[in-house]
């Protein structure tokens, strides 16, 4: 498959915009690592949520068992402080589910915020570049020798502007009819050129 034109002007317009597309993806990838960082501050308040759930139930539980060993209202005491350290299991669990929906939202948004204009923009390329392999590559197949520029040259009478056609010859159509070579080489080259092909060279007249 021919993935760029052979004349210099396009070719050096197709690697441009490839390097550009690639320099818009590598942006907005950068774009979307940014966002996800930022949200994820958000988990400093979930995290010292956590830490201080963790405090809670780590001292009611230790004080409870050191309740515990007291005569006649120990274990009373140690029941009293175990319950109270589920205050400090509910605060762990609402910060850990604070920590993971922030990670959640953090991700989805840098996902969301890189994957759209990369998208909008790697679609139009890659349909440009394809249509442009696609169509070079088959008339490709057709250029051995001038004598194939015919068929370019009927195509540029029926595609190519009516401005351009006149520089070429006051009566292009006729010209091609007549088989006039000069003609249906410049016919062939205007056509190919819009396609980002190089012609082959104009071969001599025999005598």
Same mark, same amino acid.
């Given at each position: 498959?021919?993935?760029?034109?052979?004349?210099?002007?396009?070719?050096?317009?197709?690697? *441009?915009?490839?390097?550009?597309?690639?320099?818009? *993806?590598?942006?907005?990838?950068?774009?979307?690592?940014?966002?996800?960082?930022?949200?994820?501050?958000?988990?400093?308040?979930?995290?010292?949520?956590?830490?201080?759930?963790?405090?809670?139930?780590?001292?009611?539980?230790?004080?409870?068992?050191?309740?515990?060993?007291?005569?006649?209202?120990?274990?009373?005491?140690? *029941?009293?402080?175990?319950?109270?350290?589920?205050?400090?299991?509910?605060?762990?669990?609402?910060?850990?589910?604070?920590?993971?929906?922030?990670?959640?939202?953090?991700?989805?948004?840098?996902?969301?915020?890189?994957?759209?204009?990369?998208?909008?923009? *790697?679609?139009?390329?890659?349909?440009?570049?394809?249509?442009?392999?696609?169509?070079?590559?088959?008339?490709?197949?057709?250029?051995?020798?001038?004598?194939?520029?015919?068929?370019?040259?009927?195509?540029?009478?029926?595609?190519?502007?009516?401005?351009?056609?006149?520089?070429?010859?006051?009566?292009?159509?006729?010209?091609?009819?007549?088989?006039?070579?000069?003609?249906?080489?410049?016919?062939?080259?205007?056509?190919?050129?819009?396609?980002?092909?190089?012609?082959?060279?104009?071969?001599?007249?025999?005598?």
């Amino acid at each position: 498959m021919k993935l760029y034109a052979d004349t210099p002007a396009r070719r050096t317009r197709q690697i *441009v915009s490839d390097t550009l597309v690639l320099l818009w *993806v590598g942006l907005w990838v950068w774009l979307g690592r940014q966002v996800f960082d930022t949200v994820q501050l958000l988990q400093g308040p979930a995290g010292s949520l956590r830490s201080a759930g963790q405090t809670v139930e780590g001292s009611l539980t230790g004080a409870g068992d050191e309740a515990g060993r007291l005569p006649l209202v120990g274990d009373s005491l140690r *029941v009293w402080l175990q319950q109270a350290a589920g205050s400090g299991t509910t605060l762990r669990e609402a910060g850990t589910s604070m920590s993971d929906t922030v990670h959640t939202v953090a991700l989805v948004l840098g996902i969301v915020i890189a994957a759209v204009p990369i998208a909008l923009v *790697v679609l139009v390329w890659a349909f440009v570049r394809y249509r442009f392999a696609r169509r070079a590559t088959t008339a490709q197949r057709f250029i051995d020798a001038s004598a194939d520029l015919d068929l370019f040259a009927l195509r540029a009478l029926a595609r190519q502007p009516m401005t351009a056609l006149a520089r070429i010859s006051d009566d292009p159509a006729g010209a091609w009819r007549r088989g006039d070579p000069a003609v249906v080489h410049a016919l062939g080259v205007l056509e190919l050129r819009s396609n980002g092909l190089w012609p082959p060279p104009l071969e001599p007249r025999a005598r």
